[in-house]
């Protein structure tokens, strides 16, 4: 065997062993996609003019966001915003009898099964934005209810996770 045939022989192994690597990857990818990003339906409907959030709510609806009410239940009113390439999305809830103490919460919209944000107001309610499809069951299993396709709220004492 000549120097070159030898030289062949000995690269074969490690470019084997590298081709195996790239075909294992590329059937991980293919058998475990990227998970789907958040999809909320209700941004995609034509605004009407409930969908403007009140004079000093939040500034979001002049940051380019789309803006849409969501719902009114047990005193508040609950909105839904995202930014256009909706990678950052928001609920805002507004007591009608404690107006100033209104709240907003914003996530990033990447995953299509998990909650995208909570948010709140100490003594008042707790809301969850979730993406289309969610499965509810825990929420509703702590006494969440569904305000909106999108959203479950309660009222609370406190928001989770504050002092």
């Not at 790239?22 to 995609?44: Q, R, S, Y």
Request: proline share 7%.
């Amino acid at each position: 065997m000549s120097a070159p045939e030898a030289k062949a022989r000995t690269l074969k192994g490690p470019v084997i062993i590298v081709l195996a690597i790239i075909v294992f990857l590329a059937l991980g990818v293919l058998l475990n996609p990227l998970p789907k990003p958040a999809e909320l339906a209700i941004l995609d409907r034509p605004a009407t003019a409930a969908d403007t959030l009140p004079d000093g709510v939040s500034s979001l609806q002049d940051s380019g966001y789309t803006v849409r009410f969501a719902a009114h239940d047990d005193g508040i009113r609950y909105f839904i915003s995202g930014n256009p390439d909706r990678e950052n999305l928001c609920v805002t809830g507004i007591p009608d009898n404690h107006p100033t103490r209104w709240s907003t919460g914003c996530g990033a919209g990447t995953k299509s099964d998990q909650e995208i944000v909570r948010t709140g107001s100490n003594g008042i309610f707790t809301a969850v934005l979730v993406p289309d499809g969610y499965d509810a069951a825990d929420l509703e299993g702590h006494g969440f209810k569904k305000v909106h396709g999108n959203i479950y709220a309660i009222s609370t004492e406190r928001v989770p996770g504050s002092r």
